[in-house]
C-alpha cells in the first residue's frame, strides 16, 4: 500500500471541497492489507504535515474499535465480514507502544483508544509481549520516554478495572512487575515539583486508583507496601502547589497539573477509607484490612486533610474537586471513633467556615444567573454536577454528622436561627441558613425537639421571602419548602411536615403558584415547579387546593418546559397530568400541540446529538404524551385530534431514524390503537414494517403491544386487506428464521398463537400451515430455554383448536431436509414431553384444550395413539397446576382486598380523631434556645 497515497487522502479530507472524493477512496482502500500499519507509519513521522497525522490516527482508533476482532459468519451469509489482517495486526502490535511514546498529546490519545482495544482482545492470549514492552520503556533512563510508557500501562490497568477479581489474574501477573517499580519511580519523582515531573507523577496515580477502585489486590499491596504508598499520597496531599499558579484565572487553575495531581491522590486515599478501610462496611476478605488501615492511616491522613480545609476557611485557593475529595474523606471518618474524636473538637468551625460557606449564594452563581439563567438551571440539576460539587459534598457531610453525631445538629441549627433572626444580615448568609435547614429536613422531622417548630419557622422566616427583590432568595424558600434557589427550595425540603395550621398550607400553594406563574425569574419558576410537585405528592389537601387552577399551572409548566429543556420539568407535568386527569381531559388537545412543537425543536436542533441531557427531556416529552394518551383514554374525540399530532412526532422520528425513541413512538402508536384503529393508524402498519427491514430484530418486542392490537382491536380490518396479516406474518416469519434471540422469538412465536386464536372461523385456512411450519421449523434447531419451546408448541396447540382436520394435514405434509418423515409422531412426542413445560394459567388451558381434542378425535392417528396412555396423566398434572395458580391468585386478591380494606380504616379513623381535636397534633411550647419567631422586619 502506497503510503503517499494514504497521505493524499487524508489530506483530502480536511478540505471540504475534497472530504466526499478522499473518503470514498479510503473506503475502497481501508481493506487492502497493510492499510492500517501505513497508518500508523503516517501518525508516527515527523515528516508529515500534523492535521494529517491526527486525520489518521482518528482513521485508525475507528478501525481498531470496529475490525480488530474476528467476526463470525452471519446467518444467511456466505462471506465472512472483514476484520484487520492478522499479519497487520501483528505489525501494529509491534509498533503501536513506540508510537505512543513517540506522538504529541493530540495524536497519543487517540493511539491509547487503539491500543486499549487491542488488549481488551488480545492480552494475555495473543499478546503477551505488551508487558515486556511496557517494561523496557520504563526502566529505561530516558525519562522521555516514561510519559507515553505509563499511558500504556494505564490502559493495560483501565481494561481490568472492573473485573471480578478473579478474573484479574493476568493483570495481577504483570503488575507484580510494574507496582514495584513505579513505587519506585514516585518516590523518585517527589521531590521535583517541575510540570514534566508531576505529570508523570499524576499518571502513577491514575494507574493505582484504577487498580485498587473496584477491588483491592491484597497479593500486591500488604501492609507494608500500602503503607509506603500512603506515605506518598500523604506528601502529594500535603505538599504546596507554585505560588506562580495563583496568576492563573481561577476558573482554569483546577486544569493545572499540580491540582489534578492532588486530585488523584485525594480520590484514592478516599475510595480506600470508604470501599476497604471502614471495618462494619467491608466483606470478609477485607476485614483485616480495613482494621489495619483504620488503625495505622485513617486519623494521619484526615490530619493532613484538616490542615488543608483550614487553608480553605482563611481564603487559600483549593480546587474544587479537592475539596469535595476531602469533604468526602470526612463523612466517611464521622462514621468511625478514632477519626471522630480527632475531628469533634474542629466540627463546628468546620460547619460553620467551611461547610455553610460553600452552602451560601456566591459571586459565581449570581454572575450565572445574571448572564445565563438557564444554564444556571442546567447545572443546578444536573446529577454530574453534583457528583463533582463540593457543596453537594458539604451537604452530605453535614447531614451524615447530624445524623450520626448528636452535638451537631443543635448547634447548627443555633447557629442558623442567630442568623435568620439577624435583623441586617447579609442575604446571602440567609440563603446559605436556608439552605442549610433544608438540607436537614429529613433528621429535623424526625426529632421532636425541631419537628414542631418547622412550620413556625416557614411562616416567619420563609413566605416573607417570596416578596424578596433577589430571585436567588425566592427561588431558596420554595426549594426549602418542599426539600431547592432558595424559599422555593426550602418549601420543597419540608414537604412532608405536617402542619398545625391550614392556613400556613392553603399560603404555601398560594406562594408557590405566584411563583410559577408571575415571577421574571426563570429559575424561581424552575424550584416553583419541583415545588409543587413535591407538595402534590406529600400534601393530600394540597391536591385541592391547586385543582381550580390547573389550567394556568400547565400553561406555565410549559412554557418553562419550553424554555428550559429540562427533562426534571417533564416528571412534574406527567405527575400532575395523573393527580387532575379530570381536569386535564379539557387541555389534553392544547399541552400535547405544545409538547410536540418542544420535541420538534429540542430534535431538530444543532445542538441535539451533542447533547445527551437533550435526549433524556425529548424522552420525558414522549412519555408525558403517552400519560395524555392514556388519561383521555374514554374520550374518543380528545383522541382522535391527538392522533394526528402523535403521528407527526411518529413520522419525525422514523424521518430522521432517531433509533433511540422507537420504544416510545411505538407505545405512543400503542396507545392510539387500544379501542379503535383509524386508516392513518393502518397505513402506520405499512411504515413500521419498512422500519422493521432496517433495523429488523432489534425492536420487534417493543413492536409487539401494537401488532397485538392491529390483531384483537379490529380483526376485521385486519382480515378485510390481506397484506395486512401477510406483514405481521413475514415479521414474525423473519424473527424466527434469524438471529433475534429467544426472548424476541417467543413473542413472535405468541402473535402466530393469538391471531390463530382470534381468528377462528374466520377464514385463514390458508395461514394455518404456514404459521405451523415456522414454529415447528424452529423447534427443529437448537432451542435454550423451555419458554421458547413450549411457546412454538402452542402455536400448533392453537391450530389444533382452530381446525384439527386441518393441523393434522398439515403436520403430515411438512418435510424438514434432515428428516423425510413427516413431523406428525415427533410434534406429539414433544408435546407430551413438555406438558410439565406449560406454566400459568393461559398455556395450560391451551395445553388441557388441546389434549381434549386429541382425545375426542374420531379418527386418531398412530402417533397419537402411541402416546394415549400418557394423555390423561399430563392433563391431570395440567389441572393440579392450574388449581395451584387459581389459589395463588384467590389469596394475592384476598391480600389486596384486605390492605385496602385497613387503609380505608385508618383514614377514617384519622378523620374522626382530628374531626374531634382538631389537628392531628397540637402546637406544642417551643423549645427556648430556637424559637423561631417574627423573622425581623416582617412585623
Known sequence: MDPNRIIQALKGTIDPKLRLAAENELNQSYKIINFAPSLLQIIVSDQVEFPVRQAAAIYLKNMVTQYWPDRELPPGEVIFPFNIHENDRQQIRDNIVEGIIRSPDLVRAQLTMCLRAIIKHDFPGHWTAVVDKIGFYLQSSNSGSWLGSLLCLYQL????????????????????????????????????NSHYSVLLQKQILKIFYALVQYALPLQLVNNQTMTQWMEIFRTVIDRSVPPETLQVDEDDRPELVWWKCKKWAFRIVARLFERYGSPGNVTKEYYEFSKFFLKTYAAGIQQVLLKILDQYRQNDYVAPRVLQQTLNYLNQGVHHCITWKQMKPHMQTLCEDVIFSLMCYKDEDEELWQEDPYEYIRIKFDVFEDYASPTTAAQILLCTAAKKRKEVLPKMMAFCYQILTEPNIDPRKKDGALHVIGSLADTLLKKSMFKDQMELMLQNHVFPLFMSNLGYLRARHLIC???????????????????????????????????????????????AAIALQSLISHQEQAKEYIKPYIRPVMQELLLVVRETQNDDLTNVIQKLICEYSQEVTTIAVEMTQHLAEIFGKVLQSEEYEEMEDKTVMAMGILHTIDTILTVVQDHKEITQQLESICLQIIGLVLQKHVIEFYEEILSLAYSLTCHLISPQMWHLLGVLYEVFQQDCFEYFADMMPLLHNYVTVDTDILLSNSKNLEIIYTMCKKVLTGDAGEDAECHAAKLLEIIILQCKGRGIDQCIPLFVEAVLERLTRGVKTSELRTMCLQVAIAALYYNPELLLHTLENIRFPHNPEPITAQFINQWMNDTDCFLGLHDRKMCIIGLSILMGLPSRPPAVDAVAAQIVPSVLLLFLGLKQVCATQQHTEREEHGKAEKNDAEDNESKRIEQQTGFPFDNKGLVSGYNFGTAPGSN
Open 481 to 527: 419548602f418542599f426539600l431547592v434557589p432558595q424559599s422555593c427550595w426550602t418549601l420543597r425540603s419540608f414537604s412532608a411536615l405536617k402542619f398545625h395550621n391550614e392556613l400556613n398550607l392553603k399560603n404555601a400553594i398560594e406562594l408557590i403558584k405566584k411563583s410559577l406563574i408571575e415571577d421574571k425569574e426563570m429559575p424561581v419558576k424552575m424550584e
Open 157 to 192: 490497568v483501565k481494561t481490568y478495572e472492573y473485573k471480578k477479581a478473579e478474573e484479574r489474574d493476568p493483570l495481577i501477573a504483570a503488575m507484580q512487575i510494574f507496582l514495584p517499580r513505579i513505587q519506585q519511580q514516585m518516590i523518585q519523582l517527589l521531590p521535583d
